[in-house]
């Protein structure tokens, strides 16, 4: 929850007047920040409480997901907005199956669909 705090600040703090509209890119950025802060919220919640093994684990954690993607209004946004569906797919996979560390490399490719 703190993180979606801090993030709203940030993107209050942006200045009021712009010159420039929001390029695209940026906009896939954001829409995807939306989606990604709630997720990892819930992602970290579910480890810390888990002390069962590894294979319930990644069970809880996937249905978790598949519930996530069902339910949660942001991706309809993100989608809606022209972004790859595919790179956020890839970077929720990501942090389902591995610890995580190495998942940035697909949130910083979220871009346009081709």
């Keep these: 929850m703190f993180k979606v705090l801090v993030f709203i600040l ?21 829409r995807g920040v939306e989606i990604i802060l709630p997720y990892e919220y ?4 579910i480890k810390k409480k888990s002390h069962k093994s590894i294979d319930t684990l990644k069970t809880e954690l996937r249905n978790f997901k598949m519930k996530f993607e ?12 022209g972004c790859s569906k595919a790179r956020m ?15 940035k490399i697909y949130y910083s490719q979220m871009r346009l669909v081709d």
């Design 10 to 30: 940030i993107i209050s703090l942006k200045p009021i007047f712009t010159f420039s509209k929001e390029t695209n890119s940026e906009l896939c950025y954001k």
């Design 42 to 45: 819930g992602i970290e919640n």
């Design 70 to 81: 069902t339910t949660f209004f942001g991706i309809n946004l993100y989608e809606s907005s």
């Design 89 to 103: 797919s890839e970077y929720l996979d990501c942090l389902i199956e591995t610890d995580g560390k190495d998942c």
